[in-house]
């Protein structure tokens, strides 16, 4: 079945996932019964040939249950509301607040302080003891440049707020596609311990961190920042003036990460890993390559995009579905 039928139809389900009274547990039971029902109705195609139906059942159910697991997918993103304990019942307080948590993300510097990504554990007003158990995203903006890293435990003080929207820009809709529904600005913040982090993702933004230093020592700026904004996402470097040109010409593509990096990526492992180990086995370490690369630049929508296309790329040249030279 074309892979384009699949994903409308699970788009479809995402946009129907609104859908008043229509829990996640609906939508998996209706995608476990479409495929069922597909599968049954196969069976009996196979086992009386003479009265099956003239369609493909299997194909039709199937694009149904598409549908329905991107129903359930929507519903799955969406916090519960109701939940006394999460982090945005408590926004808009006009009252200053304690939070304790875990930086989930490196710090995104700015000229003036930084953003913090943080999970947050307990909270309790300015002034009191007591703390309430709480959970969720929360985005601190602080006030001066620390010495913070992925998976540091912090706590901040500040009045917690819904992110700012106007006609041009919904910044509140732009971190709820990340899962982030309190915001802190002008927020003070304090390093506690290092607490326990995917090792992992450690590595991977360490080997980030090391090579955007080895970047700033081998070349100046403006060069440098241009660089460390093509290779590893980071373009808070990059002088107003180099991003106004970029604008200016439409180029502004050749900073973003996305397509063109994910197929240099993939073609320097494939070369690389094909040689050394097989075709397929250099496949196979290509694409878990391209998925360490779209972390390590930040894993916004359209790396992942550019990173899915890749290795979806890199299936149909193993299946001899594309041209391999």
Known sequence: MPLLWISLAFLTGVLLGELPGWSTATWLGLAGLTLGSGLILQLLRARFPSRSPRFDALRFFFLAAALCLGGARFQAAQPDWTDPGFIHNFIDTEQELVVTGVLVAPPDELDAGANLRVKVESLHPAGELSRTPVHGLLLARTRELGD???????????????????EEFSYREYLARQGVYAYMGGAEAAYLERAEANPMLGALYALRDRAHA????????????????????????????????????????????????????????????????????????????????????????????????????LLAQQLSLTPTG
């Open 148 to 166: 913070w890293r992925y998976g540091d435990r912090l706590v901040l003080r500040g009045y917690l707020t819904e992110p700012f929207e106007n």
């Open 214 to 313: 080895l970047v700033y020592r081998y070349w100046p700026d403006p060069e440098a920042s241009l660089m460390s904004g093509i290779l590893l996402g980071i373009e808070r470097g990059i002088p107003a003036s180099v991003q106004k040109a970029f604008k200016d010409t439409g180029t502004s593509h050749i900073i973003a990460i996305s397509g063109f990096n994910i197929t240099l990526v993939a073609g320097l492992l494939v070369t690389l890993f094909g040689r050394a180990l097989g075709p397929r086995r250099g496949a196979a370490l290509a694409a878990l390559g391209i998925g360490a690369y779209t972390i390590l630049v930040g894993a916004d929508a359209a790396v992942v995009r550019a990173a899915l296309m890749g290795g979806l790329s």
